[in-house]
């Protein structure tokens, strides 16, 4: 038996704003969009297409009560950079009581979710997982 995800589903109050930020966050692409449902995917061609999960926007009436149960870790280049960018979006900086030395950066995305923007892969670490793409690319 083969199972894979096919989608992390998102409530929303707003899926249209909240997709919004998303998509240009990961710079993805719309593929659904309705009043209360909007699908994101991983630009067409790119090598995450068809294999990273659709992010699906839902909306739902209740607000947000509460830390995540899950959420996003998510791994730049430049660690400061996207930090900046993500706030530039309308990202926040929030604590969750990781503590002053932590290597990541907790933020919420416009409705509060929470995620993490991690520092960047080491040069040995890019390489590694470059190999594995690729040998999964041409195999």
Do not use: Y
Not at 53 to 75: Q, S, T, W, Y
Request: hydrophobic share 45%.
């Amino acid at each position: 038996m083969t199972l894979r995800i096919q989608c992390l589903d998102i409530d929303a109050a707003d899926p249209d704003r909240l997709a919004h930020f998303w998509a240009e966050a990961l710079e993805w692409r719309r593929t659904h969009d309705s009043a209360d449902e909007v699908a994101l995917e991983p630009a067409e061609h790119s090598i995450w297409d068809g294999v990273a999960p659709d992010l699906l926007f839902i909306r739902v009436p209740e607000a947000k009560a509460g830390k995540n149960r899950m959420h996003f870790d998510l791994r730049p280049d430049d660690q400061e950079a996207e930090v900046a960018r993500l706030e530039a979006l309308g990202a926040t900086r929030i604590d969750v009581g990781q503590g002053p030395n932590v290597s990541w950066v907790v933020m919420a995305d416009p409705e509060g979710n929470e995620f993490c923007v991690l520092k960047p892969l080491t040069a040995e670490q890019r390489a590694e997982l470059d190999a594995i793409i690729s040998a999964r690319h041409t195999g």
